[in-house]
């Protein structure tokens, strides 16, 4: 029996003599690269050539980092202002997740918001067009725990209790930290650099920039979770399904049902590619997912709620974002039950 929770991985099996052995591992980080090439290394013969384990440099880690806040920008729609700021705000994330290792990552989400905020207030203080809020929550997006929300409500679906409601929990705190961490720093940047208006929803992003910001942002995924360059190109179909999939797939019955059937064709191409490499659909998968679940709109309905500001023009946005976990999680129970991702030998 394996038990996956948010700070550990539990499991037990008998031995010969039936005693059952348990034991408690930490987890491992997402590592799309190092998945591939484990499950490789136990299909080859026992006497191939280890392959050395793949990793991009640093450079490209950062460059990765410092794309991500100007890509969902880009995507959303804002001003052209606030596009550069992102950038530099996501070099500075970087830098937090470089300082804060260890025994101190716990701290990272916070931290980062922290410092975010500030910095945003004391770029809205000279005068820059930019939505302080909006761009707050680009800079920290990486961190939102929408994958997570969403495999913790298909743990629940399929009646695993501790896993689902362990990952719930996590993904509840790690908003929490990041929320707090913005509210407390705008309102000190404000303190250290005086009031100012905060810009409303604004979209000066002109249509080519809007149609960049999804390659931009799924390679820049793809980096980050150490996916190699030939499963990025692979994942990049569901990328852009899961960017337009729920305002076309809809056929006029609205988003909640384009939400469900791209989930399910994002699962489903994920799962045959799989299966045609020999390798597990989540390699795949995650590109479209990340895009599509939304994370983000739990913390822009949080912000809109106690700053009393349209942030993102979506009205009733935290509904929509309960409206749309659910309809991922019946996606991917829906393709599970379709096509198995167990490899039938």
């Known amino acids: 029996m394996v038990q996956a929770l948010p700070t550990s991985i539990n499991y037990q099996f008998p031995e010969d003599n039936n005693k059952v052995i348990m034991k408690r591992l930490p987890p491992a980080s997402i590592d799309l690269s190092l998945l591939a090439q484990t499950i490789q290394r136990l299909r080859r013969p026992s006497g191939a050539t280890k392959q050395e384990p793949f990793r991009y440099p640093i450079w490209a880690v950062a460059l990765a980092n410092m794309s991500i806040p100007p890509a969902y920008l880009m995507l959303i729609g804002s001003t052209l202002e606030a596009i550069i700021c992102s950038v530099f705000l996501g070099f500075m994330v970087w830098g937090c997740q470089m300082v804060l290792r260890g025994r101190r990552t716990i701290a990272v989400e916070f931290i980062a918001a922290f410092l975010t905020g500030i910095c945003v207030a004391g770029l809205s203080s000279l005068g820059l067009p930019i939505p302080v809020y909006a761009l707050c929550i680009a800079a920290i997006v990486l961190f939102v725990p929408g994958l997570s929300i969403a495999n913790s409500l298909e743990c ?28 407390m720093g705008v309102q000190v940047g404000e303190a250290i650099w005086g009031m100012s208006d905060s810009l409303t929803y604004t979209n000066d992003v002109p249509t080519w920039m809007h149609i960049a910001g999804l390659p931009l942002i799924s390679i820049a995924i793809g980096i980050i979770f150490n996916a190699q360059p030939r499963d990025m190109l692979l994942g990049l179909p569901v990328a852009v399904l899961g960017m337009w999939g729920p305002y076309y797939l809809g056929f006029g019955s609205g988003w909640i049902v384009g939400t469900w059937l791209t989930t399910v064709i994002i699962t489903l191409y994920g799962t045959w590619i799989a299966k045609k490499m020999n390798l597990t659909g989540s390699i795949y998968i995650l590109q479209g997912i990340i895009i599509l679940v939304p994370g983000s709109r739990v913390l822009v309905s949080a912000s809109e709620s106690v700053f009393e500001q349209s942030i993102l023009p979506i009205p009733s946005i935290g509904l929509s974002a309960l409206f749309m976990f659910s309809a991922i999680m019946a996606g991917q129970i829906t393709a599970y039950s379709i096509y198995s991702p167990k490899i039938e030998r």
Not at 156 to 183: M, P, R, Y
């Open 156 to 183: 629940l679906a399929f009646n695993d209790l501790v896993s689902g409601t362990s990952l719930l929990g996590q993904s509840a705190l790690t908003l929490i930290k990041l929320f707090i961490g913005i509210f």
